[in-house]
């Protein structure tokens, strides 16, 4: 059902206050067509929306926001070594983490806990604790807005190759952005388990939880559990401090970019990026969040926002101010005070990571 000026405040991390001029719920392919049709008869631009973990709300959009509810995991191939699953991209991402481990499909517990649906995941290239969903994505079936018409939806697939797979990046949010809607990802998982450890913190947390339970091998779930322990103890969690997870993106340098930063800055933490078809053009990641901490906007909050007191990255919105109406546009105001004071301070340019809508 459609339903008009749909206040999109509870329906975003952020809680940023938002309307939008028309919302409806999609649970099967005949709903998006509907929608789709609907949109094109209004003029209205049609936006898919998950959890709204990654957004950053305008007050008022003028627009058709879907809320994707497409469900369904259908293991569409098997070989001794892997398995593929389609799933539906209205599924909830850590459930879907979750159910891969109990049914022994190996490859997503690093990324347990991500908030969002997994129709996001491929959008951003959802990543931590050094995976990458890219690595584990073989395709992402979606409809094309603009071919889709009255007579029918145009469906459409891209192999992981096509999808232009970067850092919290893909052909999603480039020449595709506004452009589709995605129904379902497949992924392609692994029937045999290969601990990814390659992230420290990662590894001492799994040697704790071993020693506490004496265990003597490691299992999927463990690194899950792992993971879980090490995000709720560091990120916020959204229903107490409303935010959308990391607010910038980390900045990605050469060998030379990172020699010249290091003789200024010589205890500066960086990491370097592996990422497999990266790695020659890309080398470094210096952590967005130390820049952020450098200029002193740990823990500092400046009318409603401010980013957190743990985790430097995270843009919190206090709403203890109940008459205050915090939108994107403040949003943005705060988030571009950081971005000049790291400009002035180390010359990088800070880049937001949640999309504006
Ligand atoms: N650091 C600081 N100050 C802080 C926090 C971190 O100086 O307040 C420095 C430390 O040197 C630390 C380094 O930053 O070693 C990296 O911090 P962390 O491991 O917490 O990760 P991150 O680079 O800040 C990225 C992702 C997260 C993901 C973590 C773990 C991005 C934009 N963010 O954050 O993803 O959970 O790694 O792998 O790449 C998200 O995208 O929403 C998200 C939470």
Redesign the pocket.
């Known amino acids: 059902m459609i339903k008009r000026n749909v206040n999109l405040q509870a329906r975003n991390t952020l809680r940023l206050a938002s309307t939008a001029n028309a919302c409806s719920e999609i649970n099967n392919l005949e709903e998006l067509h509907q929608a789709i049709i609907f949109s094109q008869a209004e003029s209205l631009a049609t936006i898919p929306l998950g959890e709204g973990s990654?957004v950053i709300l305008q007050k008022s959009i003028d627009a058709h926001i879907l809320d994707i509810r497409l469900c369904g995991m259908t293991k569409t191939k098997e070989t001794e070594s892997h398995v593929w699953i389609e799933v539906g991209a209205g599924v909830n991402w850590h459930e879907w983490v979750m159910h891969s481990i109990n049914a022994q499909w190996f490859g997503l517990e690093n990324l347990a806990l991500i908030p969002g649906r997994v129709g996001a995941a491929p959008i951003q290239n959802?990543?931590?604790?050094?995976c990458e969903v890219s690595s584990l994505i073989d395709s992402v079936n979606f409809v094309n807005l603009q071919s889709s018409s009255s007579t029918g939806l145009a469906f459409d697939s891209l192999t992981a190759e096509q999808c232009q797979f970067a850092y919290?990046d893909s052909v999603f949010k480039q020449e595709l952005a506004s452009k589709t809607v995605i129904t379902s990802v497949v992924f392609k998982l692994d029937k045999i388990f290969t601990p990814q450890l390659s992230?420290p913190?990662l590894k001492g947390r799994l040697e704790q939880l071993i020693e506490q339970k004496k265990l003597d091998v490691i299992d999927a779930a463990l690194v899950a559990e792992a993971v879980i322990a090490i995000?709720s103890e560091?990120?916020p969690d959204p229903k107490k401090l409303p935010n959308a997870?990391?607010f910038?993106?980390?900045i990605a340098i050469n060998q030379q970019q990172l020699n010249t930063f290091l003789e200024r800055h010589p205890n500066a933490?960086h990491f370097q990026y592996t990422h497999k078809d990266l790695a020659d053009k890309i080398g470094y990641?210096i952590?967005?969040?130390?820049l952020i901490?450098q200029c002193g906007f740990?823990g500092q909050r400046s009318g409603d926002l401010g980013m957190h007191k743990?985790?430097?990255?995270v843009l919190i919105h206090y709403r203890d101010n109940t008459t205050a109406d915090t939108g994107a546009v403040e949003v943005i105001r705060f988030a571009d005070s950081i971005i000049a004071a790291v400009k002035e301070r180390f010359g990088f340019i800070l880049e937001r990571?949640p999309q504006t809508i």
């Open positions: 990654n959802i990543g931590a604790y050094g919290r992230y913190a995000r560091k990120l997870g990391s910038f993106k980390n933490p990641k952590p967005a969040a130390w901490e740990k743990d985790q430097a990255l990571e």
